[in-house]
Protein backbone atom coordinates (compact mmCIF):
# COMPACT_ATOMS: atom_id res chain seq x y z
CA UNK A 1 0.00 0.00 0.00
CA UNK A 2 1.36 3.73 -1.03
CA UNK A 3 0.19 4.91 2.14
CA UNK A 4 2.57 2.29 4.06
CA UNK A 5 -1.02 1.14 6.01
CA UNK A 6 0.42 -2.82 6.86
CA UNK A 7 -2.41 -5.24 7.24
CA UNK A 8 -2.66 -7.83 10.12
CA UNK A 9 -2.23 -11.06 7.97
CA UNK A 10 -0.61 -11.41 3.93
CA UNK A 11 -3.09 -11.44 1.23
CA UNK A 12 -2.53 -14.67 -0.72
CA UNK A 13 -2.16 -14.52 -4.39
CA UNK A 14 -5.18 -15.52 -5.39
CA UNK A 15 -7.26 -13.31 -3.15
CA UNK A 16 -5.20 -10.13 -5.02
CA UNK A 17 -6.19 -11.34 -8.81
CA UNK A 18 -8.93 -8.98 -10.09
CA UNK A 19 -11.30 -10.01 -12.94
CA UNK A 20 -11.89 -7.76 -15.83
CA UNK A 21 -13.05 -4.35 -14.60
CA UNK A 22 -10.86 -4.47 -11.67
CA UNK A 23 -13.59 -5.09 -8.89
CA UNK A 24 -12.78 -8.98 -6.80
CA UNK A 25 -15.88 -10.87 -7.27
CA UNK A 26 -17.42 -11.02 -3.88
CA UNK A 27 -18.48 -15.20 -2.30
CA UNK A 28 -21.05 -16.63 -2.77
CA UNK A 29 -22.62 -16.38 0.66
CA UNK A 30 -22.57 -12.35 -0.48
CA UNK A 31 -24.51 -12.93 -3.58
CA UNK A 32 -27.11 -15.76 -1.57
CA UNK A 33 -27.95 -12.26 0.50
CA UNK A 34 -28.40 -9.84 -2.49
CA UNK A 35 -30.52 -12.94 -4.01
CA UNK A 36 -32.91 -13.15 -1.10
CA UNK A 37 -32.79 -9.06 -0.91
CA UNK A 38 -34.04 -9.59 -4.71
CA UNK A 39 -36.15 -12.05 -4.40
CA UNK A 40 -37.90 -10.06 -1.62
CA UNK A 41 -38.20 -6.81 -3.84
CA UNK A 42 -39.73 -9.44 -6.48
CA UNK A 43 -42.56 -10.56 -4.36
CA UNK A 44 -43.27 -7.26 -2.72
CA UNK A 45 -43.32 -5.46 -6.37
CA UNK A 46 -45.54 -8.43 -7.24
CA UNK A 47 -48.17 -8.36 -4.67
CA UNK A 48 -48.04 -4.16 -4.73
CA UNK A 49 -49.57 -4.56 -8.65
CA UNK A 50 -51.73 -7.15 -7.89
CA UNK A 51 -53.59 -5.86 -5.03
CA UNK A 52 -52.78 -2.42 -5.05
CA UNK A 53 -55.30 0.83 -5.99
CA UNK A 54 -53.28 2.51 -8.12
CA UNK A 55 -54.24 2.73 -11.97
CA UNK A 56 -52.24 -0.06 -12.73
CA UNK A 57 -54.29 -2.94 -10.65
CA UNK A 58 -56.57 -2.65 -13.67
CA UNK A 59 -53.91 -4.94 -15.68
CA UNK A 60 -54.07 -8.52 -16.28
CA UNK A 61 -52.69 -9.86 -13.49
CA UNK A 62 -50.89 -12.33 -15.73
CA UNK A 63 -49.34 -9.50 -17.71
CA UNK A 64 -48.11 -7.96 -14.45
CA UNK A 65 -46.30 -11.40 -13.05
CA UNK A 66 -45.10 -11.67 -16.05
CA UNK A 67 -43.16 -8.48 -16.83
CA UNK A 68 -42.24 -8.57 -12.65
CA UNK A 69 -40.54 -12.48 -13.54
CA UNK A 70 -38.90 -11.32 -16.43
CA UNK A 71 -36.82 -9.06 -14.67
CA UNK A 72 -36.41 -11.51 -11.88
CA UNK A 73 -35.32 -13.64 -14.32
CA UNK A 74 -32.67 -11.68 -15.98
CA UNK A 75 -30.94 -10.79 -12.51
CA UNK A 76 -30.77 -14.53 -11.95
CA UNK A 77 -29.01 -15.36 -15.49
CA UNK A 78 -26.74 -12.45 -14.07
CA UNK A 79 -25.87 -14.47 -10.57
CA UNK A 80 -25.08 -17.32 -12.84
CA UNK A 81 -22.59 -15.20 -14.81
CA UNK A 82 -20.82 -13.90 -11.59
CA UNK A 83 -20.93 -17.68 -9.52
CA UNK A 84 -19.09 -18.93 -12.53
CA UNK A 85 -16.24 -16.14 -13.49
CA UNK A 86 -13.26 -17.95 -13.59
CA UNK A 87 -10.77 -17.62 -10.82
CA UNK A 88 -13.30 -18.64 -7.86
CA UNK A 89 -12.60 -20.49 -5.10
CA UNK A 90 -13.87 -24.02 -6.15
CA UNK A 91 -16.70 -24.97 -3.64
CA UNK A 92 -17.88 -21.90 -5.03
CA UNK A 93 -18.21 -22.69 -8.54
CA UNK A 94 -20.03 -25.96 -7.73
CA UNK A 95 -22.22 -24.67 -5.29
CA UNK A 96 -22.90 -22.18 -7.58
CA UNK A 97 -23.76 -24.14 -10.81
CA UNK A 98 -26.12 -26.47 -9.16
CA UNK A 99 -27.81 -23.31 -7.20
CA UNK A 100 -28.69 -21.21 -10.09
CA UNK A 101 -31.10 -23.74 -11.67
CA UNK A 102 -32.40 -23.54 -8.01
CA UNK A 103 -32.64 -19.98 -7.73
CA UNK A 104 -34.63 -19.71 -11.28
CA UNK A 105 -37.06 -22.33 -10.15
CA UNK A 106 -37.78 -19.68 -7.44
CA UNK A 107 -38.12 -16.72 -9.11
CA UNK A 108 -40.31 -18.94 -11.39
CA UNK A 109 -42.60 -20.09 -9.00
CA UNK A 110 -45.21 -17.12 -8.69
CA UNK A 111 -45.70 -16.96 -12.22
CA UNK A 112 -45.98 -20.47 -12.70
CA UNK A 113 -48.25 -20.81 -10.72
CA UNK A 114 -50.64 -18.61 -11.81
CA UNK A 115 -49.81 -19.51 -15.46
CA UNK A 116 -50.16 -23.30 -15.39
CA UNK A 117 -52.21 -24.38 -12.06
CA UNK A 118 -55.88 -24.61 -12.82
CA UNK A 119 -57.06 -25.84 -9.52
CA UNK A 120 -58.28 -29.11 -9.75
CA UNK A 121 -54.63 -30.49 -9.84
CA UNK A 122 -51.27 -29.92 -9.00
CA UNK A 123 -48.67 -29.27 -11.87
CA UNK A 124 -45.39 -31.31 -11.06
CA UNK A 125 -43.05 -28.33 -12.36
CA UNK A 126 -44.94 -25.54 -10.35
CA UNK A 127 -44.69 -27.73 -7.24
CA UNK A 128 -40.62 -28.16 -8.16
CA UNK A 129 -40.52 -24.55 -8.52
CA UNK A 130 -42.24 -23.99 -4.99
CA UNK A 131 -39.89 -26.64 -3.54
CA UNK A 132 -37.03 -24.48 -5.33
CA UNK A 133 -38.26 -21.54 -3.32
CA UNK A 134 -37.81 -23.62 0.25
CA UNK A 135 -34.25 -24.58 -1.12
CA UNK A 136 -33.54 -21.24 -1.84
CA UNK A 137 -34.93 -19.89 1.48
CA UNK A 138 -32.38 -22.73 3.31
CA UNK A 139 -29.27 -22.04 1.78
CA UNK A 140 -28.98 -18.64 2.05
CA UNK A 141 -29.98 -18.56 5.95
CA UNK A 142 -26.95 -21.55 6.36
CA UNK A 143 -24.55 -19.97 3.90
CA UNK A 144 -25.38 -16.70 6.17
CA UNK A 145 -24.59 -18.66 9.04
CA UNK A 146 -21.52 -20.09 7.76
CA UNK A 147 -20.07 -16.81 7.03
CA UNK A 148 -20.73 -15.44 10.00
CA UNK A 149 -19.24 -18.38 12.06
CA UNK A 150 -16.06 -17.99 9.81
CA UNK A 151 -15.41 -14.51 10.54
CA UNK A 152 -16.26 -14.98 14.36
CA UNK A 153 -13.37 -17.96 14.14
CA UNK A 154 -11.50 -15.09 12.61
CA UNK A 155 -11.67 -12.68 15.07
CA UNK A 156 -11.28 -14.94 18.09
CA UNK A 157 -8.54 -17.30 17.01
CA UNK A 158 -6.90 -14.50 14.76
CA UNK A 159 -6.55 -16.19 11.26
CA UNK A 160 -8.52 -17.59 8.60
CA UNK A 161 -9.96 -20.80 8.43
CA UNK A 162 -7.12 -23.90 7.99
CA UNK A 163 -6.72 -25.27 4.12
CA UNK A 164 -8.42 -28.39 5.38
CA UNK A 165 -11.57 -26.63 5.62
CA UNK A 166 -11.05 -23.39 3.95
CA UNK A 167 -14.20 -20.60 3.07
CA UNK A 168 -15.17 -22.15 0.12
CA UNK A 169 -16.42 -25.22 1.56
CA UNK A 170 -17.49 -24.05 5.17
CA UNK A 171 -19.38 -20.85 3.57
CA UNK A 172 -21.11 -22.34 0.46
CA UNK A 173 -20.42 -26.19 -0.12
CA UNK A 174 -21.27 -27.24 3.34
CA UNK A 175 -24.37 -25.08 3.99
CA UNK A 176 -25.55 -26.71 0.27
CA UNK A 177 -25.30 -30.35 2.44
CA UNK A 178 -27.17 -29.16 5.27
CA UNK A 179 -30.04 -27.03 2.97
CA UNK A 180 -30.74 -29.99 0.76
CA UNK A 181 -31.23 -32.23 4.30
CA UNK A 182 -33.81 -30.13 5.67
CA UNK A 183 -35.13 -29.78 2.07
CA UNK A 184 -35.44 -33.26 2.25
CA UNK A 185 -37.03 -33.73 5.42
CA UNK A 186 -39.30 -30.81 5.50
CA UNK A 187 -40.43 -32.33 2.44
CA UNK A 188 -41.07 -35.74 4.28
CA UNK A 189 -43.07 -33.65 7.13
CA UNK A 190 -46.07 -32.65 4.66
CA UNK A 191 -48.74 -34.54 4.43
CA UNK A 192 -50.15 -33.70 0.49
CA UNK A 193 -52.00 -35.75 -2.38
CA UNK A 194 -48.88 -35.11 -4.39
CA UNK A 195 -46.42 -35.57 -1.99
CA UNK A 196 -46.98 -38.42 0.31
CA UNK A 197 -50.37 -39.93 -1.28
CA UNK A 198 -52.45 -41.87 1.48
CA UNK A 199 -50.85 -40.23 4.50
CA UNK A 200 -53.67 -37.75 6.40
CA UNK A 201 -53.27 -34.80 8.45
CA UNK A 202 -51.90 -35.40 11.99
CA UNK A 203 -54.92 -34.27 14.41
CA UNK A 204 -54.51 -32.76 17.51
CA UNK A 205 -56.76 -32.99 20.36
CA UNK A 206 -57.63 -30.42 23.43
CA UNK A 207 -59.66 -29.96 26.00
CA UNK A 208 -60.62 -26.46 27.33
CA UNK A 209 -62.52 -25.67 29.84
CA UNK A 210 -65.34 -22.84 29.76
CA UNK A 211 -66.62 -22.49 32.93
CA UNK A 212 -70.05 -20.37 31.24
CA UNK A 213 -70.88 -23.34 29.11
CA UNK A 214 -74.32 -25.09 29.62
CA UNK A 215 -73.65 -28.13 31.50
CA UNK A 216 -75.69 -29.71 28.27
CA UNK A 217 -73.60 -28.62 26.20
CA UNK A 218 -70.69 -29.77 27.38
CA UNK A 219 -68.51 -32.29 25.62
CA UNK A 220 -69.16 -30.20 22.42
CA UNK A 221 -66.42 -30.91 19.82
CA UNK A 222 -65.10 -28.03 17.35
CA UNK A 223 -63.45 -28.93 14.44
CA UNK A 224 -60.68 -26.39 14.20
CA UNK A 225 -59.46 -25.81 10.13
CA UNK A 226 -57.07 -22.94 9.22
CA UNK A 227 -54.58 -22.31 6.21
CA UNK A 228 -55.99 -24.27 3.94
CA UNK A 229 -54.11 -22.11 1.39
CA UNK A 230 -55.71 -23.25 -2.16
CA UNK A 231 -53.42 -22.61 -4.68
CA UNK A 232 -50.65 -23.58 -7.31
CA UNK A 233 -49.79 -26.66 -4.93
CA UNK A 234 -52.86 -27.44 -2.79
CA UNK A 235 -55.67 -28.58 -5.36
CA UNK A 236 -58.97 -30.63 -5.14
CA UNK A 237 -57.45 -33.89 -4.13
CA UNK A 238 -56.14 -32.03 -1.01
CA UNK A 239 -59.35 -30.67 0.04
CA UNK A 240 -61.27 -33.68 -0.63
CA UNK A 241 -58.87 -35.53 1.79
CA UNK A 242 -59.37 -33.18 4.25
CA UNK A 243 -62.73 -33.65 4.09
CA UNK A 244 -62.82 -36.87 4.48
CA UNK A 245 -60.90 -36.73 7.51
CA UNK A 246 -63.07 -33.63 9.24
CA UNK A 247 -66.17 -36.07 8.55
CA UNK A 248 -64.48 -39.14 9.85
CA UNK A 249 -64.17 -36.66 13.51
CA UNK A 250 -68.05 -36.17 12.83
CA UNK A 251 -67.54 -32.89 15.19
CA UNK A 252 -70.33 -30.61 16.21
CA UNK A 253 -69.12 -27.33 14.98
CA UNK A 254 -66.40 -26.97 12.07
CA UNK A 255 -64.83 -23.27 11.97
CA UNK A 256 -62.96 -22.64 8.93
CA UNK A 257 -60.73 -19.59 10.51
CA UNK A 258 -58.90 -18.00 7.01
CA UNK A 259 -56.61 -18.04 4.49
CA UNK A 260 -58.47 -20.19 2.83
CA UNK A 261 -56.79 -19.09 -1.01
CA UNK A 262 -53.09 -18.49 -1.57
CA UNK A 263 -52.65 -16.72 -4.66
CA UNK A 264 -54.26 -13.63 -6.99
CA UNK A 265 -57.48 -14.41 -8.82
CA UNK A 266 -60.22 -16.26 -8.52
CA UNK A 267 -59.00 -19.34 -11.04
CA UNK A 268 -58.23 -21.60 -7.71
CA UNK A 269 -61.56 -21.35 -6.99
CA UNK A 270 -63.41 -25.02 -7.84
CA UNK A 271 -60.38 -26.70 -5.76
CA UNK A 272 -62.82 -25.24 -2.66
CA UNK A 273 -65.62 -27.48 -4.11
CA UNK A 274 -65.23 -30.42 -1.81
CA UNK A 275 -65.83 -28.24 1.22
CA UNK A 276 -69.39 -28.66 0.16
CA UNK A 277 -69.34 -32.42 1.31
CA UNK A 278 -68.11 -31.21 5.41
CA UNK A 279 -70.92 -32.53 7.38
CA UNK A 280 -71.12 -31.23 11.15
CA UNK A 281 -74.02 -31.99 13.30
CA UNK A 282 -74.69 -27.96 14.68
CA UNK A 283 -72.68 -25.74 12.31
CA UNK A 284 -70.11 -24.85 9.71
CA UNK A 285 -69.12 -21.31 9.93
CA UNK A 286 -66.19 -19.20 7.90
CA UNK A 287 -63.76 -16.06 8.59
CA UNK A 288 -61.83 -14.82 6.22
CA UNK A 289 -57.63 -14.51 6.36
CA UNK A 290 -55.34 -11.99 5.35
CA UNK A 291 -54.77 -13.76 1.55
CA UNK A 292 -58.59 -13.89 0.76
CA UNK A 293 -57.78 -10.32 0.44
CA UNK A 294 -54.27 -10.81 -1.31
CA UNK A 295 -56.21 -12.49 -4.03
CA UNK A 296 -58.01 -8.92 -4.77
CA UNK A 297 -61.47 -11.71 -4.98
CA UNK A 298 -62.17 -11.43 -1.49
CA UNK A 299 -65.86 -11.67 -2.10
CA UNK A 300 -65.87 -14.33 -4.42
CA UNK A 301 -63.99 -16.90 -2.10
CA UNK A 302 -66.47 -15.98 0.54
CA UNK A 303 -69.44 -16.72 -1.93
CA UNK A 304 -68.08 -20.38 -2.42
CA UNK A 305 -67.56 -20.95 0.91
CA UNK A 306 -71.04 -19.67 1.43
CA UNK A 307 -72.09 -22.54 -1.44
CA UNK A 308 -69.89 -25.02 0.01
CA UNK A 309 -72.68 -24.55 2.93
CA UNK A 310 -70.62 -22.47 5.15
CA UNK A 311 -71.84 -19.40 7.36
CA UNK A 312 -69.85 -16.20 6.70
CA UNK A 313 -69.14 -14.83 10.29
CA UNK A 314 -68.10 -11.06 8.93
CA UNK A 315 -68.40 -9.49 11.68
CA UNK A 316 -70.94 -11.48 13.31
CA UNK A 317 -72.31 -14.08 15.20
CA UNK A 318 -73.85 -17.24 15.59
CA UNK A 319 -75.60 -18.51 19.14
CA UNK A 320 -75.97 -22.25 19.67
CA UNK A 321 -77.75 -22.52 23.02
CA UNK A 322 -75.91 -20.95 25.66
CA UNK A 323 -72.70 -20.99 23.61
CA UNK A 324 -72.09 -17.81 21.37
CA UNK A 325 -69.77 -18.31 17.98
CA UNK A 326 -68.48 -14.88 17.07
CA UNK A 327 -66.27 -14.49 13.75
CA UNK A 328 -64.40 -11.39 12.97
CA UNK A 329 -63.10 -10.71 9.45
CA UNK A 330 -59.25 -10.38 8.79
CA UNK A 331 -57.57 -7.50 10.59
CA UNK A 332 -55.78 -6.78 7.07
CA UNK A 333 -58.49 -6.39 5.08
CA UNK A 334 -58.44 -2.39 6.95
CA UNK A 335 -55.28 -1.92 4.55
CA UNK A 336 -56.58 -4.19 1.84
CA UNK A 337 -60.13 -2.91 0.77
CA UNK A 338 -62.20 0.31 0.77
CA UNK A 339 -65.18 -2.04 1.48
CA UNK A 340 -66.42 -0.71 5.29
CA UNK A 341 -68.31 -4.40 4.98
CA UNK A 342 -65.74 -6.32 4.77
CA UNK A 343 -62.96 -4.56 7.35
CA UNK A 344 -62.52 -5.64 11.10
CA UNK A 345 -64.54 -4.96 13.73
CA UNK A 346 -64.39 -6.52 17.10
CA UNK A 347 -67.31 -4.74 18.60
CA UNK A 348 -69.74 -5.72 16.20
CA UNK A 349 -69.33 -9.63 16.03
CA UNK A 350 -70.17 -9.48 20.02
CA UNK A 351 -72.81 -7.23 19.87
CA UNK A 352 -74.95 -10.05 19.15
CA UNK A 353 -73.77 -12.64 22.25
CA UNK A 354 -75.80 -12.31 25.38
CA UNK A 355 -73.65 -11.73 28.79
CA UNK A 356 -74.25 -14.84 29.99
CA UNK A 357 -73.14 -16.88 26.82
CA UNK A 358 -69.90 -18.71 26.81
CA UNK A 359 -68.43 -16.80 23.89
CA UNK A 360 -65.70 -18.24 21.17
CA UNK A 361 -63.98 -15.78 19.09
CA UNK A 362 -63.13 -17.29 16.04
CA UNK A 363 -60.33 -15.30 13.99
CA UNK A 364 -57.45 -15.75 11.79
CA UNK A 365 -54.99 -14.17 13.05
CA UNK A 366 -53.54 -13.99 16.92
CA UNK A 367 -53.32 -10.32 17.00
CA UNK A 368 -56.98 -10.27 17.47
CA UNK A 369 -56.47 -12.27 20.71
CA UNK A 370 -54.58 -8.74 21.69
CA UNK A 371 -56.98 -6.68 20.65
CA UNK A 372 -59.62 -8.33 23.00
CA UNK A 373 -57.39 -8.47 25.79
CA UNK A 374 -56.61 -5.02 25.66
CA UNK A 375 -60.24 -4.01 25.17
CA UNK A 376 -61.27 -6.07 28.08
CA UNK A 377 -64.39 -7.91 25.64
CA UNK A 378 -66.60 -10.48 26.73
CA UNK A 379 -64.79 -13.28 25.66
CA UNK A 380 -63.88 -16.76 26.86
CA UNK A 381 -61.78 -18.12 24.26
CA UNK A 382 -60.27 -17.18 20.90
CA UNK A 383 -59.53 -19.62 17.96
CA UNK A 384 -57.09 -18.48 15.23
CA UNK A 385 -54.57 -19.80 13.51
CA UNK A 386 -52.40 -17.79 10.71
CA UNK A 387 -48.59 -18.20 12.41
CA UNK A 388 -47.91 -21.75 10.65
CA UNK A 389 -45.93 -22.02 13.99
CA UNK A 390 -43.25 -21.21 11.54
CA UNK A 391 -43.87 -23.51 9.60
CA UNK A 392 -39.26 -24.91 8.75
CA UNK A 393 -36.60 -23.75 10.34
CA UNK A 394 -35.67 -21.24 10.69
CA UNK A 395 -38.53 -19.26 10.48
CA UNK A 396 -39.87 -21.44 13.51
CA UNK A 397 -37.69 -19.30 15.71
CA UNK A 398 -38.64 -15.77 13.50
CA UNK A 399 -43.02 -16.93 14.64
CA UNK A 400 -42.02 -17.15 18.50
CA UNK A 401 -40.24 -14.03 17.82
CA UNK A 402 -42.32 -12.18 15.92
CA UNK A 403 -45.91 -13.44 17.11
CA UNK A 404 -46.93 -13.60 21.37
CA UNK A 405 -49.24 -16.07 20.69
CA UNK A 406 -47.35 -18.49 18.24
CA UNK A 407 -48.73 -22.08 18.97
CA UNK A 408 -50.93 -23.88 20.88
CA UNK A 409 -52.55 -23.02 23.87
CA UNK A 410 -52.49 -20.19 26.08
CA UNK A 411 -54.03 -18.14 29.10
CA UNK A 412 -53.99 -14.38 30.12
CA UNK A 413 -55.95 -13.92 33.14
CA UNK A 414 -59.84 -15.26 32.01
CA UNK A 415 -58.94 -15.24 28.81
CA UNK A 416 -58.10 -18.57 27.20
CA UNK A 417 -56.23 -18.58 23.22
CA UNK A 418 -55.52 -21.56 21.24
CA UNK A 419 -53.49 -21.24 18.05
CA UNK A 420 -53.24 -23.81 15.46
CA UNK A 421 -50.44 -25.00 13.23
CA UNK A 422 -53.20 -24.78 10.18
CA UNK A 423 -53.93 -27.72 7.74
CA UNK A 424 -51.78 -27.07 4.98
CA UNK A 425 -48.85 -24.53 4.07
CA UNK A 426 -47.83 -21.36 2.49
CA UNK A 427 -45.47 -21.52 -0.01
CA UNK A 428 -42.41 -23.92 0.00
CA UNK A 429 -44.14 -27.59 1.01
CA UNK A 430 -41.64 -27.87 3.51
CA UNK A 431 -42.58 -28.63 6.89
CA UNK A 432 -39.51 -28.61 9.74
CA UNK A 433 -39.79 -28.67 13.49
CA UNK A 434 -43.62 -28.15 12.98
CA UNK A 435 -46.55 -30.08 11.89
CA UNK A 436 -50.15 -29.56 9.69
CA UNK A 437 -52.92 -30.38 11.97
CA UNK A 438 -56.66 -30.66 11.89
CA UNK A 439 -57.46 -29.63 15.48
CA UNK A 440 -60.30 -30.81 17.57
CA UNK A 441 -61.11 -28.67 20.65
CA UNK A 442 -63.35 -30.46 23.03
CA UNK A 443 -65.15 -27.63 25.36
CA UNK A 444 -65.58 -28.76 29.04
Known amino acids: FRGGMKLPWRPSEAACQLPIGGIRSPSTTRYSVVFL ?11 LLFGSQYPWRALSARANVLFVSELGELLAIWLLWRWVHPGRDIWERIVGILMTPVYLGTVLALPAGLLLSGGAQVNPLVLACYICGGQCLQFTFYALLAHCLSMCYRFLIGTR ?3 MLNKGFFCAALPLAVSVAMTTAGLSGVSSSALSAGRGIPVRRIDIELPRLPSSMRGLQVALVSDLHIGPT ?24 GDLADTPGTQFLSAAAPLANVQAKLAKVYVTGNHEYLTMRPQAWIRAVAAAGFQPLANQARRIGGL ?25 ALSACRPSDAVVLLAHQPSVAKDAISSGANVDLILCGHTHAGQFFPLTILAK ?3 PFNYGYYRVGRY ?12 PPLRTLTQQEIALVRLV
Open 37 to 47: AILAVYNVAAW
Open 161 to 163: LGP
Open 234 to 257: VGVPDVAGLVTQLNGLKPDVVALV
Open 324 to 348: CLAGVNDQFADVATDSAELHYNLSA
Open 401 to 403: LVF
Open 416 to 427: QIFVTSGAMYYG
